[in-house]
């Protein structure tokens, strides 16, 4: 196991860190774990748990775009519960499968709109809601991002 030991000024970057959605990681927790370190890469820096150099268990990913992950890690994918912030402002929480959104989940643009339901594959797949902003709605099966 790779620990990545941090300099004062490395720990204030890196370590003060406030969870966006304290119910899916537990930031104090997570950073007093034994798999804990923090990796660099290219643009952006992952904190969290590591086994065999990859992101494993928990783990937070900011990227220099403002894009943040928060949540649940497989073999460097996110797999599990997860939060996502994309640079544009729209937010998905909800379920990941080996990288990709699966499951239950809910997207929501910055405009207010938002899909509620299943997903597979990244897609809006199988039972759900989307609801617009003019008072339109759809509530019934999707298959791949169409109802």
Avoid: C
């Amino acid at each position: 196991m790779t620990k990545y030991y941090l300099n004062d000024e490395e720990k204030r970057n890196y370590l003060d860190y406030e969870a966006i959605r304290p119910s899916i990681i537990n930031w104090e927790d997570l950073k007093n774990s034994d798999d804990f370190a923090v990796k660099s890469y290219k643009d952006s820096v992952y904190r969290g748990e590591l086994k065999d150099s990859k992101r494993d268990g928990k783990g937070i990913i900011t990227y220099n775009s403002t894009r943040v992950y928060e949540g649940e890690w497989q073999t460097d994918k996110r797999h599990g519960i997860g939060y996502e912030r994309f640079s544009n402002g729209n937010v998905y929480e909800g379920e990941y499968f080996q990288g990709k959104v699966q499951g239950e989940g809910r997207y929501e643009w910055t405009s207010g709109e938002f899909y509620e339901g299943q997903w597979s594959n990244g897609q809006k797949d199988g039972y759900g809601l989307w609801e617009g902003l003019e008072n339109d709605n759809y509530v019934g099966q999707w298959k791949k991002n169409k109802p």
